[in-house]
């Protein structure tokens, strides 16, 4: 069963997916300037990530942390940004003692590779997101990365879950 925060990311990803379809209609109906709704596909779904690594750090603190612990998570967890995959790796380190990386990766990719599409990920949304940069993106190239965040959220999500229910012998959720 996935974790709440699996659940909001559904509800957050919806926003990256709807611009993705306003992309292909304005590229369908030849409209000027379709770039930035491409654009904006890229920051949304870095934004529905982070959100996604916060939530699903918190909750798998709930299980594996005691109070004090679980405190400094929730600090660090209202400080955190930019999910690289060092970032994100520190982040579960922090929630459940363990990197996740040697363990979630992308059908097709090693976790070298995984982490890495991250990276460039959030590189690439940081320059748009502070006008360093307006790339034009394929949709061929939207509809992957949004697959390729999918598929890495759920493989996170089992991830978690199947390292606190060896802890534990129960799943958390």
Same mark, same amino acid.
């Given at each position: ?19 993705l &379809? ?5 590229v ?33 603190g ?8 679980l ?60 006008? &360093? ?41």
């Amino acid at each position: 069963m996935p974790s709440l925060a699996y659940a909001r990311w559904i509800e957050f990803v919806g926003d990256p997916h709807d611009l993705l &379809q306003r992309f292909q209609a304005a590229v369908s109906a030849d409209d000027p300037g379709p770039h930035a709704l491409s654009r904006a596909v890229i920051v949304g779904l870095a934004a529905a990530w982070e959100t996604y690594v916060e939530h699903v750090a918190v909750e798998a603190g709930y299980w594996a942390l005691d109070p004090p612990a679980l405190d400094q998570l929730e600090t660090t967890v209202r400080r955190f940004n930019n999910p690289t995959a060092d970032h994100v790796a520190n982040l579960i380190r922090q929630a459940i003692g363990r990197d996740p990386w040697p363990y979630v990766m992308v059908v097709g990719k090693t976790a070298s590779e995984t982490r890495e599409v991250v990276n460039v990920h959030q590189r690439t949304r940081h320059q748009i997101a502070h006008g &360093q940069a307006r790339p034009r993106f394929r949709e061929a190239m939207l509809v992957e990365r949004i697959e390729f965040f999918r598929e890495l959220v759920g493989n996170l999500d089992s991830f978690l879950e199947g390292e606190l229910e060896s802890r534990m012998g129960l799943a958390p959720w």
